[in-house]
């Protein structure tokens, strides 16, 4: 609509400039052409003035000179009277249409001022006049090129001016008037209004010092019948009168109108065209929308699954397939989401990412060199003997946050929690560098968080201790259990021996196996408590327990281990 609306004002501006100048034009040469004719029309009749007083006065031509002035009226009709003077300045013949004529010496005209104006300029135009208040009059007098020709004054009626203005044809309605400077109407296309014998001078005064005060230049006034119109106006410059030719402004600027019509038409159909477009484009998304919206509600509700079928071949198409391709991303998120879910129940959160977006092979079934750590609370079956189930939560809550914690700091695997017991892997599925020795840090964090508990519960009078072992050999690692609980785990001898030594050690002691000993006794201070007959093997197995860094490796008795943080 803008555009259009730029386009209708320019043009309309462009359409007005060239009309007005085009309208300057015509009433220019309209007003000049009306001058120019009334100018001929007072020449001629001078012309023909200066004839009769070509020769000088003699004796005894009175007769003669009647004759000639009869013979004048009968050429010009515009000429009413004539009067012929003397040089003395006494008229010695009259003849008129209107009156008697009259022959021999007369009045004394020697003062009259058509007759000092005529000897002092040789023509002489006197003010317009009414005679009887209808129709208006015209004095001229012309002098003869000699002063014994005389002076020949004449009455002239100015009514015959009408079809010179009258002629004159502007536009339809358009006209073209003279005034005098005092605004008398001279001549009109309406001869009512000049036989009107002045009436209504101040509307023509009004509209002649309007007009000319433009200089030639056309202006939008007031015409004489109080309409707008556009005038410029002329001087004939012999009489000193002023011709105004003038056009109604509806019929000057009707091009215009018309144009600022058409635009407006074509502005109309232009907006309800566009209302149309509007409701057919809006009807036309609303189903979409409302598949957008129902889409949105129904995967905000979790049905990932749901997809949206737009065929508009425009943007909401567009929008439907990016919705489409944005549901599928959001399930295989929250499928990843809910793996890495699961894996973090038994691995670090940093080592479940890694399983997650690493190789999916690291869950299956496969032979690994493992680190197997087991702990359990030592008094534990006699603490839940006696003390309040919601008691034994909080314990175990305790308990479960503190290994998990260290478990997860260490990215080791935590396969399990069985009551008071625990079992984390190292090395497995993710493998790692010196499993051995992570194992034994983590085991030795592990006891420290547990003890720093433990201490709490005996000053809270539940004597509790806890007590680790920790095995390193090969065994089978990966998932086991079917498809709606799945276990990471690990099956070995390693295990089993992890396990064992976990049964033999006391409270705050950790207990090695020889193949862990040998991996970090370069590291880690362990001492020897000696062989121990393990339930399910054959042979005694020496047992090791870490001691305080910097003690040298030796055998201890029970309570001379130290925990090492």
Known sequence: MVPLLLGSATEAWFAFRDNRFDLDELLRVEARSAADRIQAFTDGIRDQLGWVVQFPWTQGEDDRRR???LRLLQQVPAIVSLSLIDPTGTERVFVSRVSMNRTGPGADMSADPAVVGARANGVWYGPVHYRRDSEPYMRIAVAGNR???GVVVADINLKLIWDII???KIGD???ALVVDDSGRLIAHPDISLVLRSGAGAADFNRLESEVSAANGSAVT?????????VALSVRAPNVGWTVIAQQPVLEAFESIRAALWRSLILIGLGIVFALVLAYWRACRMWGPIRQLEAGVERIGMGQLDHRITIQSRDELEQLAVRFNQMAEELAVSQQKSERINRLKQFLAPQVAELVEHSDQGLLDAQRREVVAIFGDLRGFTAFTARAEPDAILAVLRQYYEAIG????RHEATLIRFAGDGVMVLVNAPVACQNPAQRGVRLAIDMQAAVQSLAGAWNAAGCAMGFGVGIAMGPATVGTLGWHERLDYTAIGNVVNLASRLCDLADD???LVDPVVTEHVRDSIALASIGERT?????HALEVFAVVRTGVPMRRHTSPELDLVS
């Open 221 to 229: 006034t007031t015409g004489e019948d109080g309409t707008p119109v």
């Open 508 to 510: 705050a002691q950790i």
């Open 67 to 69: 004759i000639d002035g």
């Open 534 to 538: 393990i339930k399910g093997y054959d």
């Open 166 to 168: 009258a002629a004159i």
């Open 147 to 149: 002063a014994a020709a």
């Open 405 to 408: 914690t260290v478990t997860a």
């Open 173 to 175: 309605t358009g006209h």
